[in-house]
């Protein structure tokens, strides 16, 4: 029977397995971020679909990290020139050519960092905006799933997946599909990449703030805008990166 209880049964050795196979990788990746941000950078977070999840973790929250930034598909129309019926098109993130536009839209500074996430890895935005982040000497951090991205075609013209392309690569311990709790007539349903690229996100931020920590520097962090003194502290960190940081509604 499928039931909550099961899946919370099913999550618990995920989430176990991604701390003990990926701990090599976030600390890599933890390298990468926290001497970008040292010198100046930002972290650009990217993800398409339900990936926009863990950009969303990572970005604009309390107890993160403030030199970041989300960018999105619904960026081509909130900061560019698109028009809004574009968004409707279900296979918009299958097109290299919005990774342009995504690109000049986030208007990176070399010290910049990459983090793009994406379950299957294949898709046309997703490997086309890791290629011009490679290609203009950004380090870039992938979160997949290796499984998936394993079995199943790419999408770019290239023939590279997302993974491919990466200075790090975090596996999300997703399976194939996804979803966790196979169904009796085929399929299955309850989906965990989001779960644990939440997870990933908040590995990745500890062990971040822990190099500043080490390095003897106070780690630019969000307080929640909700306790008191919270707006005054958060503006005067964002205040540091005038210009840099997107933060929208």
């Known amino acids: 029977m499928i039931s909550a209880q099961r899946y919370a049964d099913a999550v618990r050795p995920v989430l176990d397995r991604l701390v003990d196979t990926q701990a090599e990788a976030v600390d ?8 970008g941000l040292r010198a100046g950078g930002v972290l650009q977070a990217f993800g398409a679909g339900h990936s926009e999840a863990f ?16 960018l999105s598909l619904h960026d081509l129309v909130l900061h ?3 028009p809004r019926d574009v968004l409707a098109d279900p296979k918009l993130e299958r097109d290299p050519a919005v990774a342009h536009q995504l690109y000049a839209l986030a208007a990176p500074q070399p010290e910049d960092v990459f983090v793009v996430a994406s379950q299957s890895g294949i898709n046309g935005s997703v490997v086309e905006l890791a290629a011009l982040v490679r290609e ?17 075609a790419p999408r770019h013209p290239s023939g590279q997946r997302l993974a491919d392309l990466a200075d790090v690569v975090l596996d999300n ?14 399929g299955a349903v309850c989906a965990v990449s989001s779960v644990t690229a939440a997870l990933l996100a908040q590995l990745l931020t500890a062990e971040v703030v822990r190099r500043f920590h080490q390095a003897g520097e106070v780690p630019p962090i969000y307080l929640s805008a909700n306790v008191p003194g919270g707006d005054e502290h958060n503006l005067a960190l964002e205040s540091r990166y005038a210009g840099r940081l997107r933060r929208t509604a």
């Open 173 to 186: 311990g997703a399976p194939y599909g996804d979803a966790l709790l196979p169904l009796e007539g085929g």
């Open 136 to 152: 203009h000497g950004h380090p870039l951090i992938a979160v997949t799933s290796v499984e998936h991205t394993a079995r199943v």
């Open 55 to 70: 950009a969303a973790e990572l970005v604009a929250r309390a107890g993160g990290l403030v030199p970041t930034n989300r």
């Open 28 to 35: 890599r990746a933890a390298d990468v971020i926290a001497g």
């Open 80 to 82: 560019g020139d698109a």
